[in-house]
């Protein structure tokens, strides 16, 4: 069992007043998780006693500076369970990885009428990304219907693979739902010999990752939603699939011999990462990592899963709330509406009472129309959460319909 | 019930919120825009008949969002229905600097008008988007 | 004047002990600049008082961590003194802004035959970008000469521009050099009605930068070089040019409305940061702006100038020493080599005495071949370099002479 | 002068370095690689001949280099010549253990070694590069 009074002590932001004089209760995770002490420090100390840039020098300071970096790499790699460091590349953002193999995948096997498969239910990261491959290359993108749990509608996406299927790319873990991709997903991508790539923003901080057991090709996260720094994210891709690819972005680094005629490049993982990397970032979310290997990735796990349905338990014995998606299979993650209040009210609401809540559309324009919803209100928890947080969220909740539809 | 809530979402708010005036499409208009907030997905739309004296002789809206993007629609609508264009305009400069913390040289509003409901946004930085959509529309529905 | 005592004493790595336990002589600022403590403090204090995703919440820290990251925006307008902050858009580096701006200014502009002007001299995040887009679009990339003296030649400059030249893309600060580039080539530019890019990575933390009065169009630099964290770059475009671009990158934060049928961008700068941003580190580099105004830009150039004047006077003497490119118009950065002793020797021998340099390529091969060398050795100025660390420099340059050549 | 200088710049690697042995090409060779640094633009082309026995029977390289480099693959050559390839592999991977600092179970090099002049790189994380370039061309060479 996680000490999570201990836990709360570890996080600064958690023990201050906000808005009003109120304690800070921060539900708002899945947008971006609050830093340890640890983290903050680590980069204080970084560039403090050790900083200096990565790879390309002799000097003292500089070979600490790309031990830090390429230590994180090693980190990462173990926490995913990749097989090789050469298969992590750094990146800004998820975002920007999604970006990456979208690019480079394309560019190498993507031809006029193959099809790209997603689902409704996708963050715009894994969506935008697409449709500019599609403008370019003249692909089509289908999206695979979620049925009323906010599951993928595992018939509907079957239907949907075919000869033309070359990727599959779809959350891991839904950012509205809460809802984990089903294993027979994968394996259906897996036994048609078809490429997927995992989004693992919203998995990566609240279950115990292992991309060989999951059996997907390439897999994605932010750091900042990992306790971590912001500015770095993570793309992870099979060796002998990475391997082949081409460059995304070209720069200092990456490259092996330049002339003006031309130039040839490293070898992984340098090749995708050109200019100056988030390299202090990086070492940040080393450092973030190893705070929740010492917790224990399946205690955080846990932790949360009880949380939700502790959360769930109370919400549902409100009749004013609407859940959105069933109760099996959610982690960490709720999306609700009061009846007849907007999202907005019940996070300015909230607000002033000193929980942050998200409102909106979450990056899911798609599934807010599939869904006829403007816009959700959305809980999510980390691991400092406690359940006497989720009864003051509750009791907020009711004051909020009180005070709106009095 | 805490008070920057209060200031927030007084009574004229919550009323206009809840039943906006002035809902649906005008027939006949020569002016139109939609208006969109990219944070949420709230949308309307917006019509409204100039006659050739340039007074707004109608306006009107429909739309989905939540109550302060609806109110200030709705009282919008109210205030500017029957002005002139010229007029119109200074109420738009004046409203978009009430909603962002700046009231203190208004032209043309002042504490006796029902929009003045609408100042406790200045305390909610990030609602001032939603304050703000349908004035963004008319304006833009001006130059088109 | 500045009082580099004081200003010492704002950078805690400058006041460590290194290898062999000598006090670090840090020359190496062009490959990346420590950092002062308010930013560090700072980087501190926003994870710990106010740290939450951007723009998308409607909840207090949401608002505080947005309006942080949008007043950086406005501290760097006013830094290059852009027109407006909708003109900055964050990116992760440099090497990111320019492999924005080739994406997009090619996918809208560049067809087969037509031509992009370089110089030999650019760093490769300046030519890689290039040659990628060659790749796609069949066009082609240029290299001006360089004179002995380190500056671009302008006669042939001038003979390589045509009706076929798309774009100028050179480096406004030479990183091997120390040159800067001659306002008349940037006057031939604009003369012509051809856009162009100067890379400011080495300029904006050296010299004033008014995007105006330079007359540029596009203008990129990274934070890490001008004393604010990794991860973060700037790029810098005129209004009405980029508003005409397509987006680079697709994800959240940059499209007004999706459907499963397609997209619309939102405006500027936005259009252009798909994704949760560097949102601290720009902010980071916010502060270290403010850091550098309070001082000066103007007195941190003259100090750097007399430094490096000091340095060349010294190094001149040296019979053994080989300095790349004329003495004039060079700022902060000078390239020697040692008479028979490899870069490399030089740069291990003074990184035991303490005394950070740098060695190589520099990134930029196809000037080391043109030069027919292989690679040099650099030092660098920041603002906190001293004359007594030149002086200690060039003991340790007779030092290094003595044993290799013994 | 300075130990950690002194220890990475051993008079025998002056010397290999100022004038390193075996630099040409051999002449005939069936076996050839270049090997490339690519944080400095040191590169070197190393040409070696086997005989039907499996000996290396001669070996040489020319190149850009550092001391290190330069001095590395002059040993390099000097140590190989004459050994047969599972020998010559063995002193590639004792070779690597000692110049990345793990020089405990050696099999086959030992303190005797010219070789063992290059130990001094392991205080110089960054110049292991410099000290394997040749050997990695080596290897890479005879996967060829
Ligand atoms: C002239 C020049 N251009 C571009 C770059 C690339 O900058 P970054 O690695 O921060 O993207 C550098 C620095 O390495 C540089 O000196
Ligand atoms: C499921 C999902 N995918 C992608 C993203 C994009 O992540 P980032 O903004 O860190 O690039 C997010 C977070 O916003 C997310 O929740």
Redesign the interface.
Same mark, same amino acid.
């Given at each position: 069992m996680l000490d999570i009074k201990k836990i709360r002590g570890d996080f600064p932001i958690l023990n201050k007043k906000i808005l009003n004089n109120k304690d800070l209760i921060y539900l708002d995770t899945a947008a971006s998780a609050q830093k340890p002490k640890v983290v903050i420090d680590e980069i204080n100390s970084f560039y403090s006693n050790n900083y200096a840039n990565v790879s390309r020098g002799v000097h003292t300071l500089s070979v600490e500076s790309t031990f830090k970096y390429e230590d994180a790499r090693k980190k990462v790699q173990k926490f995913i369970n990749a097989d090789s460091e050469r298969e992590i590349i750094f990146t800004k953002s998820a975002t920007e990885s999604i970006n990456l193999i979208a690019n480079s995948f394309a560019s190498k096997y993507i031809n006029e009428g193959d099809e790209i498969i997603l689902t409704v239910m996708e963050h715009h990261s894994n969506i935008i990304p697409w449709f500019l491959i599609r403008d370019k290359y003249k692909c089509k993108i289908l999206f695979a219907n979620i049925d009323s749990t906010g599951n993928i509608d595992q018939k509907h996406f079957e239907s949907l693979i075919s000869e033309k299927t070359k990727l599959v790319s779809i959350t891991h873990l839904s950012n509205v739902f809460g809802t984990i991709v089903n294993q027979e997903i994968i394996n259906m991508c897996n036994n048609a010999g078809i490429p997927i790539l995992l989004d693992g923003c919203q998995s990566a901080s609240h279950i115990p990752i292992d991309v060989k057991t999951l059996g997907c090709d390439y897999f994605v996260f932010s750091g900042h939603k990992l306790y971590a720094p912001t500015g770095v994210g993570v793309f992870y891709g099979k060796e002998n699939l990475i391997e082949e690819l081409p460059p995304y972005q070209g720069g200092g680094g990456m490259i092996a011999d330049v002339s003006i005629d031309g130039a040839t490049f490293t070898d992984l993982p340098a090749k995708f990462e050109a200019g100056t990397p988030p390299l202090v970032e990086a070492y940040g979310l080393g450092v973030a990592i190893d705070y929740v290997n010492e917790l224990g990735m399946s205690e955080i796990s846990e932790h949360e899963f009880r949380l939700t349905n502790y959360a769930l338990d109370k919400m549902q014995d409100l009749d004013f709330v609407d859940i959105h998606g069933a109760n099996e299979n959610k982690h960490s993650i709720i999306s609700f509406n009061i009846k007849n209040v907007h999202s907005h009210e019940v996070s300015s609401f909230l607000d002033v009472e000193g929980i942050a809540i998200r409102a909106g559309h979450h990056c899911c324009q798609p599934l807010m129309k599939h869904l006829s919803l403007n816009s959700t209100a959305r809980l999510s928890f980390g691991m400092y959460n406690t359940e006497d947080e989720v009864d003051i969220f509750i009791n907020a909740l009711k004051k909020c319909r009180d005070f709106f539809t009095k | +019930?805490?008070d &920057?809530?209060k200031e &927030?979402?007084q009574e004229i708010i %919550?009323d206009h919120g809840q039943s906006p005036r002035n809902f649906g499409e005008c027939d006949p208009h020569n002016k139109s825009a939609d208006g969109?907030n @990219? %944070?949420?997905?709230?949308?309307l739309k917006l019509t409204f008949y100039i006659n050739n004296e340039d007074v707004i002789e109608d306006i009107k809206f429909t739309g989905?969002?939540?109550?302060?993007s609806l109110a200030s629609a709705s009282l919008m609508t109210e205030k500017l229905k029957g002005k002139k264009i010229d007029i119109a305009e200074e109420i738009f400069s004046d409203f978009t600097n009430l909603v962002s913390g700046s009231s203190e040289d208004l032209k043309v509003l002042n504490e006796e008008d029902s929009l003045y409901a609408l100042k406790g946004v200045g305390g909610? @930085? +990030?609602?001032v988007k939603?304050a703000t959509m349908a004035w963004h529309a008319f304006k833009s529905a001006l130059k088109s």
């Open positions: - | +019930m805490n &920057l809530i &927030l979402y %919550l969109h @990219p %944070l949420c997905g709230d949308n989905e969002g939540c109550a302060i909610f @930085p +990030m609602r939603c």
